[in-house]
């Protein structure tokens, strides 16, 4: 079954600019040392929290989950049925503990339940950029991809099932489609879709309606990285979003920039839904220069992988 998601034209644009002072915090904790001897590398590239365990891909060990309080470490099966283990660089979980993940020199989704893969979907001459997320809705995956101008695809049982969320006019530039890369995220209510390169976020409900966007070029800091990071040649773009998550009707972004010719990624900008308009809440600076990726955990505290010491960092927020 084809589905298609059908733009209306009355949704609800948010650009006004506000106050977006950023704001410096310290972290309340780090985490190197696992409670047995188990350190993580500085190249963590997907980090989630799931059922009370957080879950990440490290690249030395693969997909790997612990408890809240960061002990009982355990090496998940499904990294064993990746073609170069231990590598994954893409990956989710839903309620009935079925995974996807990607297997990139396949160029393939496995779907994976009980230890074994129930189906493997590849998606042929369509591109991925990586590191990334995906999502579950209902029984499909929805995944970012670049092929032209498609920005993002349903992936059902076994193949590519439709394709969802358009370009969008007056932004994307035809000549340059990777500018069309998005991040994909959802909650327990919408999902999100977040240009690496492009200043915008759009929120759909489930059902692929478009409800609301939000032009991050409006914060000041965001728009002078845009303005700068500027480039003719087609196939390159700087990723002002690095990574993202959404949790409890927030959006949090982890926002990358350069300070003074180096390059910087340790900001965390956070958006709300409000009355399913997306508007600004606050905007952090972590201690720290680099990190890969991050999630929010069940008492919403921000917890993010440095990615040039190896460990996580915890952060009220």
Known sequence: M???AILIFHYT??????????????SIKTVKLFSDSIYLSSQVSNLIFFNDRYYLSDYYRGIVSFNEVFESFTKEKVTDFLTLMPQC???????NQEWCIYDSPNNCFLKIQNDSVITKIPIGHYKVTLPSRCVFNEESILCAIIKNKMTAAIIGNEKISGTCFPTINGLDDIRKPCHSDRIIVRDNKNIYTIGRGLPIVQMYSPNLKLVSSYNLDTIDEIAKTVEQEKTDKPNSYFAVVKDAYAFNGNLFLLISSKRNGKYECNKILVLQNKNNI?????FYELENKIYSTFCINKQGQLVVANAKTGGLEIYEI
């Open 278 to 282: 997306i508007e600004f809440n606050a």
């Open 2 to 4: 084809l589905f298609m």
């Open 13 to 26: 644009v948010s650009c006004t600019k506000s106050n977006t002072e950023i704001v410096k915090i310290e």
């Open 89 to 95: 660089y893409m990956f989710t979980i839903d309620e």
